[in-house]
């Protein structure tokens, strides 16, 4: 064999080895360090009930919140490659001042059955387009943004009002607090760790190896 063929097959054999890394679709386990990539929620306990086969991952998130619009695309992406593995669970601070009105808006929205498919329409309405308001919108401003998505803007009101939006957003409230979550975009893996990380993909990368760790039944 020649020294070209040999170095093109080494080449190839290399490449190949490598091909399953990039071509992976869920989880890749890399090496993480408690106190500096997540910290391990004392007593944590996921928010949602389980799913068979799935590890809850928690975003912490605010409409207002310029990081979460600007992770919002590459978290998008990432759950596409994550359906399998990951049950997905958005949940709005309601941290006061103006997070509060857009938190219950979310809540109403899910309590409507709109929530999902409107979530990347809010971010471009408030950091895009600027046809919502960042501080104090109306009852009536909201409801027209989610008249697009065939809600009655009287229903809409009543559900924002109500008590099953309040309920959720009370619930929301509670898990975000135990969870020593003081900031948004956070990400919390199987209501156990709370990922820290040095960017949007240092985020994403620390969460797929908290899966893998909770799918593969071990411990910290």
């Keep these: 064999m020649s020294r070209r063929v ?23 386990a ?10 391990v929620i004392s007593d944590g306990k996921p928010f949602a009930t389980p799913v068979k086969g ?31 593995q990951v049950n997905f669970v958005p949940l709005a601070a309601p941290f006061g001042g103006y997070w509060q009105p857009y938190a219950k808006a979310f809540y109403a929205a899910q309590t409507l059955g709109v929530a999902e498919k409107s979530h990347d329409a809010m971010f471009l ?57 003081d900031g948004t975009p956070t990400l919390v893996v199987a209501g156990k760790y709370k990922v820290l990380g040095r960017g949007f993909k240092d985020m994403l990368r620390i969460a797929d190896a908290l899966i893998v760790r909770e799918r593969a039944g071990k411990t910290r």
């Design 54 to 84: 799935k590890v809850e991952v928690v975003e912490v998130f605010g409409y207002t919140c310029p990081h979460c619009a600007h992770f919002q695309p590459e978290l998008s992406a990432w759950l596409r490659t994550r359906a399998k």
């Design 6 to 28: 040999f170095l093109a097959t080494a080449l190839i054999v290399l490449a190949s080895a490598f091909v399953p890394a990039f071509a992976a679709d869920g989880p890749v």
């Design 125 to 181: 309405a408030l950091h895009t387009d600027g046809s919502l308001p960042l501080h104090d919108p109306s009852v009536g401003e909201l409801g027209t943004f989610y008249a697009r998505y065939g809600v009655d803007p009287a229903k809409f009101a009543a559900t924002y009002e109500g008590d099953d939006a309040t309920a959720r957003m009370r619930k929301a409230a509670e898990f975000i607090q135990r969870s020593d979550v």
């Design 30 to 39: 890399t090496p993480i360090t408690e106190g500096t990539d997540y910290i």
